[in-house]
């Protein structure tokens, strides 16, 4: 019995170092900070459709900040000011919506 709950527990550690596999794609987490980063305009346009649909905020504002700078548009900065405060998901679907049109 006691060969056995080490087997396992050999197996849980083997499991638990060899990992899930890397990062995505689609989006780059910085080891330092482990903040999100969007590496486009497209992939920024992408996550305010899906704000604009869900009205969901919270997590889907990750690294966002960095990309509305990057995309030199001073009106961008406003609404992203305005969405990160924004009180109801109605809210953040609209103001969502509208940066996305800028895009």
Known sequence: ??????????????????GCGGPSSSSKS?????KMTLNSNQELKQRLSYIAE????????????????????PDLEKDFAELQKAQSPDA????????????
């Open 54 to 73: 869900s009205g969901q905020t919270g997590s889907a504002l990750g690294g966002m900040d960095e990309i509305v700078k990057k995309a030199g548009k």
């Open 30 to 34: 910085s080891e330092s900070t482990g």
């Open 1 to 18: 019995m006691r060969g056995l709950v080490s087997l396992c527990l050999a197996g849980l550690v083997a499991v638990g170092f060899s």
């Open 92 to 103: 953040a679907k609209q103001i969502a919506k509208r940066m996305a049109d800028k895009l």
